[in-house]
């Protein structure tokens, strides 16, 4: 399996934390680069965290400080740990492999930050 496969989303209040899991195939997932972007309503969709196969890490500005990219190679998952949660980070958040210079989309799973 190539296609990755998101769970986790949901609604939490203000201030809460979520962590959002990753899938993907052994192989695809230990050597691709993987990606978290999400996509609120009436706004582009945008990178929010990424992670080599090398282990370099990248944030948007907005969630540095409070989200953080994982990975375990053991459950070929990679997560995304958030914290500190506003209602601004409410939206579908897709997971994203790059292998071989292509990209492989999950269906997104949505994230609603709401008191």
């Known amino acids: 399996q190539v296609q990755p496969v998101e769970s986790g989303g949901g609604l939490v209040q203000p201030g809460g934390s979520l962590t959002l899991s990753c899938s993907a195939s052994?192989?695809?997932?230990?050597?691709?680069?993987m990606g978290w972007y999400r996509q609120a309503p009436g706004k582009q969709r945008e990178l929010v965290a990424a992670l080599t196969s090398g282990g370099d890490t990248n944030y948007a500005g907005s969630v540095k400080g409070r989200f953080t990219i994982s990975r375990d190679n053991a459950k070929n998952t990679v997560y995304l740990q958030m914290n500190s949660l506003r209602p601004e980070d409410t939206a579908v958040y897709y997971c994203?492999?790059?292998?071989?210079?292509?990209?492989?989309w999950g269906q997104g799973t949505q994230v609603t930050v709401s008191s």
């Open positions: 052994e192989l695809n997932f230990r050597h691709g680069n």
């Open positions: 994203k492999l790059t292998y071989n210079y292509r990209d492989y």
